[in-house]
């Protein structure tokens, strides 16, 4: 299929500096890994992490959900240390709970590759052989989908180059697949015609989307998160949450207050100074290692 409008086959500029954002109180509690990939009528993290509290959830107990979606219950339970399985029948909802699990990969490594994707892409764009000849091209055009214009053809052209890009990098699957996650979030949330209210639908087409810049901010969010959360462990700290659950008058709390060294739980400021250390070049010798910010309750 031809491009159906002229103009320059060079990709969309990536941007020449990349800023590293410093983590909120927050974000390091609920925001981080649960948005690099989102089904849209799913529940919320902070359900979750609700239902932790309630149920007075400590580390040691194990939860399966038998309908993990896109992970946001294994993702929980991991940042509260609870042993946690997913089940689903969705290839494509398993692929999604499988990356947003793998905290052993490091967010410098994610952003080194972000250079080589590019280069790669650039060069695999202006092939319309590559393009058309491409699985995913063929597989959206034999359902019909682009015909009714679920994705436009420029955006989609882009798209396939920066996976055949990923595809071909001389890395291990596991970041092969976080890349693949960015790149299918940007594609149903940013560079797509979809758009969902109370049902699925395809808005009006637009005829160019910034594929690759989407892709490469979440690629960042993704680099900055694993810094956070895959070497923290907190314990019982004091959010909105742990008061809407009821938590800061029971039991429960006495118990962990009892049992803690430091006698108290702790505080959103507790764990976000441990994030900072954690996110800045101070740690840069420090991977795969686990940090319990807990008051020394075990």
Known sequence: MPEPHGGSNIPETKPKTRRKSEPSPQAILN???HNWYRIIHGYSDHLVKNLIDQFELRRGDAVIDAFCGSGTTLVECMKNGIDAVGIDANPSSCFSARVKTNWGLKG???VDLLDDVDKRQRLRFPSTRKYLTHPTYLYLESTGMLERGWISTRPLRKAIA?????????????????LTLALIAEVVDGASNVKFGPEL??????RDAGVYSGFEGRVLEMAADLDKVAVLNPGMVET????AAGI??????KQVEATTPLGRIGQPQDIAAAAVFLASADSAW??????VIAGGYR
Do not use: M, Q
């Not at 420090?286 to 940090?291: F, V």
């Open 248 to 253: 800061a008058e029971s039991d429960f709390r």
């Open 31 to 33: 925001g981080e890994v």
């Open 162 to 178: 920066i996976k055949s890009s990923i595809d071909s990098l001389p890395t291990s699957s596991a970041y092969k697949n976080a």
């Open 201 to 206: 639908y395809c808005a009006k087409k637009r």
């Open 108 to 110: 410098s490594r994610l």
């Open 240 to 243: 909105e949450g742990f008061h």
């Open 286 to 291: 420090i991977t795969g290692e686990t940090l």
